[in-house]
């Protein structure tokens, strides 16, 4: 038996028929073709399923796609739609991805860690992504650019309208 629903993902609402016991990794992978959203493990130990909800990093194993009803969902194919968001730019500079398959969980992940506005140590880093594995263990290159995107982001806008004051 199915039942209607309307989920906003990625800033666009879906009318769907889904069943209700469907978690929210297979309808945005299987009914909504989002294929940027991994299944690693089926059981919130990989974070490869990892997205936004209300822009908050959960993992979409996790979570029946019903319980996002009148929630915005945010998924990897969202980021970085207008040129690279600075998460993604700091990844790929400082070599944070290697095989790919950890990267949208990391990335969005590495969002929701940023907003918090908390300072950043590597061990606040590791914190906050501990429930993001790679299988390449490409551990300190991920922490590096989360340093380099909290860098980017902090860092003044270049052809800002912003005038210099002596």
Known sequence: ??????????????????????????????????????????TTQCGACTVLIDAQAVKSCAMLAVQAVGREITTIEAIGTDGLHPVQQAFREKHGLQC?????????????????????????????????????????NIVDSIHAAAAMMRAPLVGSNLQDTP
């Not at 990794?25 to 299987?30: G, T």
């Not at 992940?109 to 594995?133: A, F």
Request: hydrophobic share 35%.
């Open 1 to 42: 038996m199915t039942i209607p629903l309307t989920l906003t993902v990625n800033g666009r609402a879906c009318d769907l028929r889904i069943e209700g016991r469907e978690l929210l990794v297979h309808v945005l992978r299987d009914t909504l073709g989002l294929t940027g959203t991994h299944i690693g493990c089926d």
């Open 100 to 140: 790919g398959f950890c990267t949208p969980g990391m990335i969005l992940t590495t969002i929701d860690l940023l907003s918090q506005g908390t300072e950043l140590t590597d061990e606040v880093i590791r914190d906050g992504i501990q429930g993001n594995l790679c299988r390449c263990t490409g551990y300190q």
